[in-house]
C-alpha cells in the first residue's frame, strides 16, 4: 500500500547556513569562522558575519566559507576535508545537490601570539 502525501517542504536559508557552519567547525584544523569581507554584505543581510554565504538555486547549493585555521596544519587538506564534510552535511540532511564550497582562508590562530 502507498501513501500519497500532498503539500512540499522548504528548507530555509539560515538552516542551510548552520548546516554549513556546523560541518565547517567539525573539521580537524578548523579554529573558527571569519566575519564575510567586503562590500557583500550590503547585498547579503543573513548570515552577516558568521563566515559563510549561500546561495541556492534549482535544488543546488553554493557556498562560500571564510575561515581562520590552526596553526601546524595543513591547508590544502583542511580544505579539501572542509568542501567534502559540507556537501556530505547539506546532502545527507536536506537532500540538495552542492555544487560549489569556496573556502576563503583569512587568517591562521597561532598559539601563544600574544602581544
Known sequence: ????????????????????????????????????????????????????????????????LYLVLKDNVNIREVGRNIQQNVARAVQEMVGMEVGEVNIHIEDIDFEGDEA
Not at 33 to 55: C, Q
Request: no cysteine; proline share 6%; glycine share 10%.
Open 1 to 64: 500500500m502507498t501513501e500519497e502525501t500532498q503539500g512540499k517542504t522548504t528548507v530555509s536559508p539560515e538552516v542551510l547556513t548552520s548546516i554549513t557552519r556546523l560541518a565547517a567547525l567539525e573539521v580537524p584544523g578548523v579554529s573558527r569562522l571569519a566575519p564575510v569581507p567586503g562590500g557583500v554584505n550590503r547585498l547579503f543581510r543573513r548570515g552577516i558575519g558568521d563566515g559563510v554565504r549561500i546561495e541556492a538555486k534549482d535544488n543546488t547549493v553554493n557556498a562560500d
